[in-house]
T-cell receptor
Framework: AQSVTQLDSHVSVSEGTPVLLRCNYSSSYSPSLFWYVQHPNKGLQLLLKYTSAATLVKGINGFEAEFKKSETSFHLTKPSAHMSDAAEYFCVVSLSGGYNKLIFGAGTRLAVHP | GAVVSQHPSWVICKSGTSVKIECRSLDFQATTMFWYRQFPKQSLMLMATSNEGSKATYEQGVEKDKFLINHASLTLSTLTVTSAHPEDSSFYIC????????????????FGPGTRLTVL
């Protein structure tokens, strides 16, 4: 069965420092993996997706994630945090690949301090 | 492009009444729509999957008679919370999958902004 674990419920960084949000997955199939961001009172926005192409995936707003099969990880990174990055981030795995049923991680709340 | 809207954005109702939430894909045809529920400070939980013109498929533990889903067209799905109770208070989010365009957004899920339901 597919599942996803976000290892940190809260992450706090200073503006201009790197961001690392950790995600591990469990999947019986070759998974499709996503990172979504949720700002308060706004809909979820897709940051990036991995669908069995390049293992290093670049997304919007300077975010990227690396799919590591040996570690079953899909950590999200950004070299330099911006105040506007403060939000809730969800790591998501798709059942049976593609964009079918999505299983969400518990979420990581990112705080960015001046 | 690929915008999904929800209406209303928030609703307050009395216990025992029914509430209908609409989810619309504004610029693409959504062959599949999904309904999620999100409790405060928690993740999204899939409630049901609906394909246009057919009955919704509910996740285990979701009462289909309480959460009525209709997906009568390729751009509209509705979720009706029947006989709502305070424990139904939550943030309801829909997503729509672009199943027909064949373009770069083909098969991707796009999320609505959510509807906050408060049952008194």
């Amino acid at each position: 069965a597919q599942s996803v674990t976000q290892l940190d419920s809260h992450v706090s960084v200073s503006e201009g420092t790197p961001v690392l949000l950790r995600c591990n997955y469990s999947s019986s199939y070759s998974p499709s993996l996503f990172w979504y961001v949720q700002h308060p009172n706004k809909g979820l926005q897709l940051l990036l997706k991995y669908t069995s192409a390049a293992t290093l995936v670049k997304g919007i707003n300077g975010f990227e994630a690396e799919f590591k099969k040996s570690e079953t990880s899909f950590h999200l990174t950004k070299p330099s945090a911006h105040m506007s990055d403060a939000a809730e981030y969800f790591c998501v795995v798709s059942l049976s690949g593609g964009y079918n049923k999505l299983i969400f991680g518990a979420g990581t709340r990112l705080a960015v301090h001046p | 492009g690929a915008v999904v809207s929800q209406h209303p954005s928030w609703v307050i109702c009395k216990s025992g009444t029914s509430v209908k939430i609409e989810c619309r894909s504004l610029d693409f045809q959504a062959t599949t729509m999904f309904w999620y529920r999100q409790f405060p400070k928690q993740s999204l939980m899939l409630m049901a999957t609906s394909n246009e013109g057919s009955k919704a498929t509910y996740e285990q533990g979701v009462e289909k008679d309480k959460f009525l889903i209709n997906h009568a067209s390729l751009t509209l799905s509705t979720l009706t919370v029947t006989s709502a109770h305070p424990e139904d208070s939550s943030f309801y989010i829909c997503s729509a999958r672009d199943g027909t365009s064949g373009g770069h957004t083909y098969n991707e899920q796009f999320f609505g902004p959510g509807t906050r339901l408060t049952v008194l």
